[in-house]
């Protein structure tokens, strides 16, 4: 039987993920990935901690940049992080369980742009970042061939978006 | 018979629209609002472009930003920009008719966050732009209270985006 | 005699202006101008005024848009914005004048990082721009060529900056 | 003999230091430090690497937003970052050394807003950085006062600036 493509998706995010040394070291774990999306968790240790004892912004945008190169790359095109802006809405401190939820917003052939939001254990937002990719030369799975974007979902999107604003 | 939230909130932002000079040289039309959103529509003129014949970077701001403004002042809270960023993902033209449709992200008692689609007559995105707020004192509409967030909606929203993420 | 880069760019930026509609009709005036560099002048008139009777964001952006094109295509490569960030630090009022000033931080083939500062006549800053140029094909003017970089001029501001952060 | 602010300042900054966890962890070292500046150094290890064997963007990120972190607390006053936008310019790799100088561009009584260009060691800028800060309550150093901004500083940014544009 023939492997769909969200199955595709999620060997490449594990295949990257297997030899990302700095997501490994931050205990960060793959929750589900899709074509385009993903979400990843991690728990706030002691050396992630900064000076005012709550977790440090850098670790939080780890986690949040983690989530975005996941979804990026699950479309076994090589992907790089061009610029990104975050927003820090609420301290994260010490044995708080965040999920980084990472979603394609745009892609085109020279950019991509993925939104990711950072919630913790009670739902509540702790940071959004907003993350622009540029692709590279090569693949992640070799023997894998690159999972085109499908003309029509970005205009779905809009459509739900549009009657979301005027609801 | 009361008058519901979001009657509340579109004769709010038509009072602020009256008052709002650039927005009327603009030519700048409000096709919908509700409590925390709003779309507007702009048609691209001779005096928009820049030196390339193409809408000038500023104009496309202008719009989105006057959706943002809209938007975040459609609770009765007075409200001023604080910072923004604008990705410009195509060239609009001459005679483009372009919406900006603005969602309210995150409301908190010190910040508020909007995210501003910009897309053209054929469905293309244009321009994303995603807005801080910031209330100042005041309201728009003096015998009107201010509406309040209710508290479940962003969780809801959260609840959504991580669906979405995880097909 | 020969004609000095600095006088060329000057030359280029006039031309660009003299094409860009938007820039006139906002009453924008070029004050200076040299290889990468611009500062450009703007009265606030009654037409630029948002609902709260202080400057409508997108004229502002506007503004230092305009002074980001001039210095991003200063060099005759024709370029155009790809993002922006900008913070509002204060309102700006009817009659203001306001001055744009826009510095080349980073220029690379394919992206280029410019600084615009809008500034009252009070020499207070109003707000802070940071814009990302993209070259595409074409000149402004025709029969003159592209002014590269210069290697060394880089690495002096990282010296000169690093000096500053030390004192 | 009294005390210089600059001497404070470093005072100040290593009594964060001593506190942050994760710069600890991340092996970053204080190059310099003064009122509203800050340099740091950090070597990349493997334990920094992403799947694409170069550095993790949140390590480069979270350098930054350490000497921003030193930079914006050294005036005693407890602050934490609000947001920030980066931009990656060039990829970092294993043993590189990079520097990362902040320096206070605006210090308002609610918001400031902090420049970090991160360097390797052939000078070559690898990131930049710019990350507004939110003052909270207490201090750093309990028994030392909040050293505040001189007025005249920003001005004289301002009309330096000014000049670097009009050459």
Redesign the interface.
């Known amino acids: 039987m023939a492997e769909t493509r ?1 199955t595709q998706a999620m060997r490449i995010v594990k295949a ?11 205990g960060i774990k793959i ?2 990935a ?1 074509v385009g ?3 990843v968790e991690m728990r706030i240790r ?9 977790c ?4 939080l ?6 989530a975005f ?1 996941f979804a990026c ?1 699950s479309r076994n095109q ?1 992907t ?10 609420r ?1 994260a401190v010490l044995n708080d369980v965040l ?1 980084a ?3 394609e ?2 892609l ?1 052939s020279r ?1 991509g ?1 993925y939104d990711v ?1 950072v ?1 913790n254990q009670r ?1 509540e ?1 702790v940071a ?1 970042f ?1 993350g ?1 990719s540029c692709p ?1 030369d090569g693949t ?1 799975i070799e023997d894998l061939p690159v999972i085109h974007k499908a003309r029509s979902s ?2 779905k999107l ?2 739900s ?2 009657r ?4």
């Not at 002691?46 to 709550?54: A, F, I, V, Y």
């Not at 440090?56 to 670790?59: A, P």
């Not at 790089?80 to 809405?89: E, G, K, W």
């Not at 979301?164 to 609801?167: F, K, L, Q, V, Y």
């Open positions: 969200a990257l993920m297997h030899r990302d040394r700095a997501s490994h070291s931050m929750i589900s899709a999306n993903c979400c002691e050396d992630m901690l900064n000076g005012h004892t709550t440090h912004g850098g670790m945008f780890a986690l949040a940049d983690s190169a790359n090589r790089v992080i061009a610029a990104a802006h975050i927003d820090f809405l301290p999920r939820t990472a979603i917003h745009t085109g950019l742009l939001t919630t739902g937002t959004l907003r622009k590279i992640i970005a205009k809009q459509a978006k549009k979301s604003a005027t609801r």
